[in-house]
């Protein structure tokens, strides 16, 4: 019997062939030893690190077997000899298809969605391009954390197209992430067999990666923070204090710059960066054999190296910042044997150090109160400022003061709305409290704010009210997969899509039957969320959901208006919108308190 040619009926039955397979490797894998060893040590490290996390453990250590069977299926074609003649056609062959090609580990972004669960996709490390047929992949799609984000899988060639085997690990590493945690674990190996030979003989890897995977990047000043560094033979440099901190151990220096001096200032201009050095981290280490240049974004890096008399040089890699942290628990860094963060034992501090230790200390419980506060505010909670300071052993009012920055630099990165908008402000909605505002990046089939009801009576309803335009959409996609569709894909970004979707119909559906100006829920919108103010001006964003809201929700009978609006009417959105019986029976909003 011959593999089938076209894509879809070779992907199923590799899909079915796959259990069959896998069990025949694990028969041969119980017998051995080294293979045994490695496993429980996995676990062992597993257990340690995550006690509670009992289906991640699974997950892990189940795609380690895998890595060690199918990944190198073509070191057991004995295994062929031994099940050839019992096996039936189909599945020999796809065993056979295996051993010749092994499981492979591959880190990827998407390159394009060919259509619901195909994609194209893009090796981070070489820009190869495969396709990757992958149920799993398309429902990371709904939510925003797992979406379009860059991925690691163990890979299974089915001579058509890629299919995974086990999780498919998510994240925001960058390629160089990638290969400065290979090199790390062990260089000579990532040099003869690359990420797939790392991932193969060092798993404890993923818990590292998958450790900072909600952790999204950061930025300061619309600029990635990213570890920048490079090496350097000779720094010819006089490091005055107090402006640099100077640390001596273990017969390596670390000079941290603190604070510009005139003379930097006169030389290099004034700059956010020579303000605030400390944000930046500008440092230089002077370690056995050569100098390290470390800063945590692109123009500090620069800058410093112009300081140090090395201008013009290269970064030699571009590293994930919690990474990094989380690196240097475990593994000596290129900056040993100083750390990017840890404390200082008092009994080993001079006087002056150990008041700065104690200066320290008092820093941190003032983190712990506004990380408290914080979490408070996040989800619209009180917070008992002198209690809460009390209790950790700070001045009240330095507390209050912190906060009243912290809501001055909230303020000003949130939308100021402009005196003549502010008639067009909507009041009466349960407004979500920051920390179920990300929720609202979410699909609505995965959505934890509505109550879905896509009867087979409202569906036919709605192929009436459209004329059957969307029949096929709608078999293919469901009823609100169709709608989706239709709004998220007018945007830019399907963040913005599904953010401005939600939050629409979170501001319909609460306030009823009430007649809604269109430029009021956008400005509603544009209120609560920054990241769509970073992305259109006020009037263009306008436009496009009064664009989207005619197009999805009133040519679908989905809203009623009272007029059909024309001209700078629709264009400014000045019409309003209502929730009709059918939208108000499908989606229903999940009350909770606020």
Same mark, same amino acid.
């Given at each position: 019997?011959?593999?089938?040619?076209?894509?879809?009926?070779?992907?199923?039955?590799?899909?079915?062939?796959?259990?069959?397979?896998?069990?025949?490797?694990?028969?041969?894998?119980?017998?051995?030893?080294?293979?045994?060893? %490695?496993?429980?040590? !996995? *676990? &062992?490290?597993?257990?340690?690190? $995550?006690?509670? @996390?009992?289906? +991640?453990?699974?997950?892990? /250590?189940?795609?380690?077997?895998?890595?060690?069977?199918?990944?190198?299926?073509?070191?057991?074609?004995?295994?062929?000899?031994?099940?050839?003649?019992?096996?039936?056609?189909?599945?020999?062959?796809?065993?056979?298809?295996?051993?010749?090609?092994?499981?492979?580990?591959?880190?990827?972004?998407?390159?394009?969605?060919?259509?619901?669960?195909?994609?194209?996709?893009?090796?981070?490390?070489?820009?190869?391009?495969?396709?990757? %047929?992958?149920?799993? !992949? *398309? &429902?990371?799609?709904?939510?925003? $954390?797992?979406? @379009?984000?860059? +991925?690691?899988?163990?890979? /299974?060639?089915?001579?058509?197209?890629?299919?995974?085997?086990?999780?498919?690990?998510?994240?925001?590493?960058?390629?160089?992430?990638?290969?400065?945690?290979?090199?790390?674990?062990?260089?000579?190996?990532?040099?003869?067999?690359?990420?797939?030979?790392?991932?193969?003989?060092?798993?404890?890897?993923?818990?590292?990666?998958?450790?900072?995977?909600?952790?999204?990047?950061?930025?300061?000043?619309?600029?990635?923070?990213?570890?920048?560094?490079?090496?350097?033979?000779?720094?010819?440099?006089?490091?005055?204090?107090?402006?640099?901190?100077?640390?001596?151990?273990?017969?390596?220096?670390?000079?941290?710059?603190?604070?510009?001096?005139?003379?930097?200032?006169?030389?290099?201009?004034?700059?956010?960066?020579?303000?605030?050095?400390?944000?930046?981290?500008?440092?230089?280490?002077?370690?056995?054999?050569?100098?390290?240049?470390?800063?945590?974004?692109?123009?500090?890096?620069?800058?410093?190296?112009?300081?140090?008399?090395?201008?013009?040089?290269?970064?030699?890699?571009?590293?994930?910042?919690?990474?990094?942290?989380?690196?240097?628990?475990?593994?000596?860094?290129?900056?040993?044997?100083?750390?990017?963060?840890?404390?200082?034992?008092?009994?080993?501090?001079?006087?002056?150090?150990?008041?700065?230790?104690?200066?320290?200390?008092?820093?941190?419980?003032?983190?712990?109160?506004m990380g408290r506060y914080i979490e408070a505010l996040?989800?619209?909670?009180?917070?008992?400022?002198?209690?809460?300071?009390?209790?950790?052993?700070?001045?009240?009012?330095?507390?209050?003061?912190?906060?009243?920055?912290?809501?001055k630099t909230i303020a000003k990165y949130s939308y100021?709305?402009?005196?003549?908008?502010?008639?067009?402000?909507?009041?009466?909605?349960?407004?979500?409290?920051?920390?179920?505002?990300?929720?609202?990046?979410?699909?609505?089939?995965?959505?934890?704010?509505?109550?879905?009801?896509?009867?087979?009576?409202?569906?036919?309803?709605?192929?009436?009210?459209?004329?059957?335009?969307?029949?096929?959409?709608?078999?293919?996609?469901?009823?609100?997969?169709?709608?989706?569709?239709?709004?998220?894909?007018?945007?830019?970004?399907?963040?913005?899509?599904?953010?401005?979707?939600?939050?629409?119909?979170?501001?319909?559906?609460?306030?009823?039957?009430?007649?809604?100006?269109?430029?009021?829920?956008?400005?509603?919108?544009?209120?609560?969320?920054?990241?769509?103010?970073?992305?259109?001006?006020?009037?263009?964003?306008?436009?496009?959901?009064?664009?989207?809201?005619?197009?999805?929700?009133?040519?679908?009978?989905?809203?009623?208006?009272?007029?059909?609006?024309?001209?700078?009417?629709?264009?400014?959105?000045?019409?309003?919108?209502?929730?009709?019986?059918?939208?108000?029976?499908?989606i229903s909003p999940i009350a909770y308190s606020v």
């Amino acid at each position: 019997m011959n593999i089938p040619q076209d894509l879809e009926n070779r992907c199923n039955l590799f899909s079915t062939q796959f259990d069959l397979v896998v069990s025949m490797f694990d028969d041969y894998a119980s017998d051995d030893h080294a293979l045994n060893e %490695s496993t429980d040590a !996995l *676990e &062992s490290f597993l257990t340690q690190e $995550e006690p509670h @996390n009992d289906e +991640y453990r699974y997950s892990i /250590l189940n795609q380690y077997m895998l890595s060690q069977t199918l990944g190198k299926a073509d070191q057991h074609g004995d295994l062929l000899q031994n099940y050839g003649a019992v096996l039936p056609p189909q599945t020999r062959q796809v065993f056979e298809h295996w051993v010749a090609h092994p499981a492979f580990y591959l880190a990827f972004k998407i390159g394009e969605r060919k259509k619901k669960d195909l994609f194209e996709i893009v090796d981070l490390l070489t820009d190869a391009r495969y396709l990757f %047929s992958s149920p799993g !992949l *398309e &429902s990371m799609q709904d939510k925003r $954390e797992t979406r @379009n984000a860059t +991925y690691v899988a163990l890979m /299974l060639d089915n001579g058509l197209c890629l299919q995974s085997a086990g999780m498919i690990h998510y994240g925001s590493l960058l390629a160089d992430d990638i290969v400065f945690t290979c090199r790390l674990f062990d260089a000579d190996l990532y040099a003869k067999a690359g990420l797939d030979g790392v991932l193969k003989e060092y798993p404890q890897v993923f818990y590292y990666w998958d450790n900072i995977s909600i952790i999204p990047s950061i930025t300061l000043k619309d600029a990635e923070m990213l570890i920048h560094m490079a090496y350097v033979d000779e720094v010819d440099y006089d490091f005055q204090r107090p402006f640099w901190s100077i640390e001596s151990k273990e017969g390596a220096t670390q000079y941290r710059l603190q604070e510009a001096d005139e003379a930097m200032i006169e030389q290099y201009g004034h700059s956010f960066l020579l303000e605030q050095p400390g944000l930046y981290n500008f440092r230089i280490f002077k370690l056995k054999q050569r100098w390290l240049i470390f800063a945590f974004a692109a123009d500090a890096f620069s800058l410093l190296c112009r300081i140090v008399g090395h201008p013009g040089t290269e970064p030699l890699v571009r590293l994930s910042i919690p990474l990094a942290l989380q690196l240097e628990k475990d593994h000596p860094m290129p900056w040993q044997p100083f750390k990017l963060v840890g404390e200082e034992d008092d009994e080993d501090l001079d006087e002056d150090e150990a008041v700065k230790s104690a200066d320290e200390r008092e820093i941190a419980a003032l983190d712990r109160v506004m990380g408290r506060y914080i979490e408070a505010l996040n989800n619209g909670k009180d917070f008992n400022v002198e209690k809460e300071a009390r209790k950790a052993g700070v001045d009240a009012e330095l507390v209050q003061e912190f906060i009243t920055q912290m809501h001055k630099t909230i303020a000003k990165y949130s939308y100021n709305v402009p005196r003549e908008e502010k008639q067009f402000e909507l009041d009466g909605w349960p407004v979500p409290p920051a920390s179920q505002r990300r929720d609202f990046a979410d699909d609505l089939y995965d959505s934890s704010l509505f109550l879905l009801d896509e009867a087979e009576e409202l569906i036919e309803r709605f192929h009436g009210y459209t004329q059957d335009r969307y029949r096929q959409e709608v078999e293919s996609e469901g009823l609100i997969g169709c709608i989706e569709d239709l709004f998220v894909k007018e945007f830019e970004d399907e963040t913005l899509g599904y953010t401005s979707l939600n939050t629409l119909l979170w501001i319909i559906l609460n306030l009823g039957e009430k007649p809604l100006l269109v430029r009021s829920l956008a400005l509603e919108a544009f209120k609560l969320f920054p990241l769509l103010h970073r992305a259109y001006e006020f009037n263009v964003y306008v436009e496009l959901v009064s664009k989207v809201v005619f197009k999805c929700f009133i040519q679908t009978s989905l809203c009623s208006v009272a007029e059909r609006p024309r001209g700078e009417k629709r264009t400014r959105g000045l019409y309003t919108i209502q929730a009709s019986p059918m939208l108000r029976t499908l989606i229903s909003p999940i009350a909770y308190s606020v």
